[in-house]
């Protein structure tokens, strides 16, 4: 039990560093994710194929996976530009909105009630995210970017929910990153029309003043390569796989519950990290604050659930 914990906590920490990486990376965020996902398809690719994984899925599952995909790149693309276009912990704040849009969307897109209680955190998130764009106007394009990638990743979460248990997760990552590695594929040559000036290759960064007081300036002058293949390997496909063994022993609770630590996990990391703590003001804090209210709300409903069930 102790190891499963370990082993999903490092998963978790690894999802909240992609936000790091993702400011490191100087890609824009379109290129960013094809990269990602490129390299996340090819390394996952290699360990089906290695480890004689590799599971036929029919049509009708490829057309779901492949929505899915779509969704995923969107919602990273919208993800990595609301770092770009504010910071990390913003970005992170923003997405942890998204269990609450889950909760709201859920009920509307299985055709089943919702409940007050969950529209009642809804209002408590969205008055968050209110405070969050109201005090801190000069990133409001990310603030909208973020909320975007929220609502994105709560879509894509409820359509996995329905074939989780219809195919292996590995095979369902690699087709869902091989269709959205395609479709952004597609979608380049709009990209390059109109911003002719978008960066294709990965190139050496020179982070300047972000490494100012980080101690034994470790991330000086890196190579975008190493992130993108850190964010690949590590944040994707290894962070995937202790999720997985960690699944195998602890409960579908204890995995929510953990995994609403991740902008937590990211925030402190950004903090550490870019020192973006001096960037922040009152009106983060108190929608900070509000939405972490809708979040431990959410989890005591959870837990009155979970004991209504059991009893």
Known sequence: MKKALVQLHLAVILWGFTAILG?????????????????????????????????????????????????????????????KFSNASIALVCLSTSSIFTSLLEPWMNKTRHRWEEISLGILALGGMYCIYH??????????????????????????????????????????????????SLLLPVLFYFLPQTQFLPQQTDMGGLTDGFPGNLLHTPNDWIWLVIMALCCTVWAQTLALNALKKLSSFTIALSVNMEPVYGILLAILIFREDKQLNAGFIIGMLLICLSVIWQTRSLILQSKKKSA
């Open 23 to 83: 400011k490191l990376i100087t890609l824009e965020a379109p290129m960013l994710v094809w990269y990602r996902m490129l390299l996340t398809a090819g390394f996952m690719l290699l360990i089906l194929l290695t480890g004689r994984k590799w599971v036929t899925v029919p049509a009708k599952g490829v057309q779901q996976m492949t929505r899915i995909g779509v969704l995923m790149a969107a919602h990273w693309v919208a993800f990595y530009a609301a770092i």
């Open 135 to 184: 005090f801190q106007d000069l990133y409001a394009l990310g603030i909208i970017f973020g909320i975007v990638a929220a609502m994105l990743a709560a879509v894509f979460t409820i359509y996995n929910k329905r074939i989780a248990n219809d195919y292996p997760a590995r095979t369902m990552v690699f087709y869902e990153m091989t269709t959205g590695f395609i479709v952004v």
